[in-house]
């Protein structure tokens, strides 16, 4: 799938690959992957400036550490950013039920 296609949702991505574990740059990439069925084969290009980008609003922090033998960037979540993921969650199943009903026929509940 292509980069453009998850434009908007590339954050929570990320942020979702990085809830359960802290994770080197590569092995975020292959979190999407593997998390996609293949479907989220994102270039290095696209992933890791949107880390850089995530770290500088503070969603996400990084550090140092060896991983089989070589030194990597690790990623972790903080605070802010696991609150920044239940937000996007959150939006997330609204916007899908939304965008279901529609393509379903079926009328979408008013807000009240």
Do not use: C
Not at 31 to 38: E, T
Request: glycine share 10%.
């Amino acid at each position: 799938m292509r980069a453009e296609v998850l434009k908007g949702h590339l954050d929570g991505l990320l942020l979702a690959v990085l809830d359960d574990e802290p994770r080197h740059g590569y092995a975020v990439i292959e979190a999407l992957r593997a998390g996609s069925g293949g479907q989220f084969d994102l270039p290095t290009g696209t992933v890791y400036p949107a880390l850089r980008r995530l770290e500088a609003a503070g969603l996400i922090r990084s550090g140092w550490s060896v991983v089989t033998g070589r030194r990597r960037r690790t990623y972790r979540l903080t605070d802010a950013g696991r609150r920044a993921l239940a937000e996007q969650r959150s939006a997330w199943e609204d916007f899908s039920a939304a965008v279901s009903a529609l393509l379903q026929g079926q009328p979408w509940p008013a807000a009240t």
